[in-house]
């Protein structure tokens, strides 16, 4: 009975360790595809800017600056916007 009650004590064991590495695993996988799409909205919102910075020609103005230069034009487009750019 001793051995019997050792054994399944030592299955436990195990199966606990299995379950700790899988949610390591689970927990690393989480935080590499949150990197990701992290990285992927960087890269897209350096790209928005440069765009920004090349038909508008404001690289020389700061963030506040940039952010008023847009608030003036905002409306407009907004209101202009083509379909085929507007959010469904």
Request: aromatic share 8%; net charge positive; no cysteine.
């Amino acid at each position: 009975m001793s051995n019997q009650l050792e054994n399944l004590i030592s299955k436990k064991d195990e199966i606990q360790k299995k379950i700790e590495r899988e949610n390591l695993i689970l927990k690393k996988s989480k935080y590499l595809e949150s990197t990701k799409e992290r990285k992927a909205r960087t890269r897209k919102l350096i790209q928005k800017g440069a765009l920004l910075d090349k038909y508008f020609e404001i690289e020389n103005l700061s963030i506040d600056e940039t952010e008023d230069f847009l608030k003036i034009f905002s409306n407009y487009i907004k209101e202009n916007k083509p379909d085929k750019y507007k959010k469904n």
